[in-house]
């Protein structure tokens, strides 16, 4: 069964710092992964998307690597801002004869504190 | 974890032909389902909604209709296509966190 395990599932950091999320997955067969940031009553929006050959894909302040041996990504966030405040999910993409599947995520809820 | 799947990922169609594109959610129960249009180079047209089994709102009128057969499957169906229908159809799920995206059909009608 395709599962897709985030964490963790909170974190609170202080303004400034750095954090990363933890996306473990088991997806097959694979096409892409892609980080969503998604603020409370909003819908998701695209960070990074990245396919089986790229490792890291950044954006802005958001860096994504991808291990497809491991099955494992991250996302880092650099120096975070109380804007940063919101949920992170991973959603993992699968392209098969029958069509196109994705996989979500539980999300990590991040809390940046001034 | 929740899963949506779209079937087929592409199509391409003769006009005047019939159309059946599939939506399926897993992992969650009692979703609002979604069906969008997005032509090209344009933005997201929502076509039709479901707020449960057997219950369909459509947004627009068109050739086009939506059937809800079962909780978590959605249906976009046409007797005859048009030109006009080309484009990228995505369904969505909801839940009260948010709307998530299905990977989306492309239909090209020819």
């Known amino acids: 069964k395709n599962q897709v395990e985030q964490s963790p599932q909170s974190l609170i950091i202080l303004e400034g710092k750095n954090c990363t999320l933890q996306c473990n997955y088991t997806v097959s067969p694979f096409s892409n992964l892609r980080w969503y940031k998604q603020d409370t009553g909003r819908g998701p929006v695209s960070l990074t998307i990245m396919t089986f050959s790229e490792n890291t894909k950044s954006n802005g302040r958001y860096t994504a690597t991808l291990d497809a041996d491991t099955k494992q990504s991250s996302l880092h966030i650099t120096a975070s801002q109380l804007s940063d405040s919101a949920s992170y999910i991973c959603?993992?993409?699968?392209?098969?004869?029958?069509?196109?599947?994705?996989?979500f995520g539980g999300g990590t809820r991040l809390m940046v504190k001034p | 974890s929740q899963t949506i799947h779209q079937w087929p990922a592409t199509l391409v169609q003769p006009v005047g032909s019939p159309l059946s594109l599939e939506c399926t959610v897993e992992?969650?129960?009692?979703?609002?389902l979604y069906w969008y249009r997005q032509a090209a180079g344009r933005g997201l047209q929502l076509l039709f909604y479901?707020?449960?089994?057997?219950?369909i709102s459509s947004e627009v009128p068109q050739n086009l209709s939506a059937s809800r057969p079962q909780d978590r499957q959605f249906i976009l169906s046409s007797k005859k296509l048009l030109l006009s229908d080309s484009g990228f159809y995505l369904c969505?799920?909801?839940?009260?966190?948010?709307?998530?995206f299905g990977p989306g059909t492309r239909l090209t009608v020819l």
């Open positions: 959603v993992v993409s699968a392209l098969d004869n029958a069509g196109n599947m994705l996989t």
């Open positions: 969505a799920w909801s839940v009260k966190r948010g709307q998530f």
């Open positions: 479901s707020v449960g089994i057997g219950q």
């Open positions: 992992g969650t129960s009692n979703p609002n």
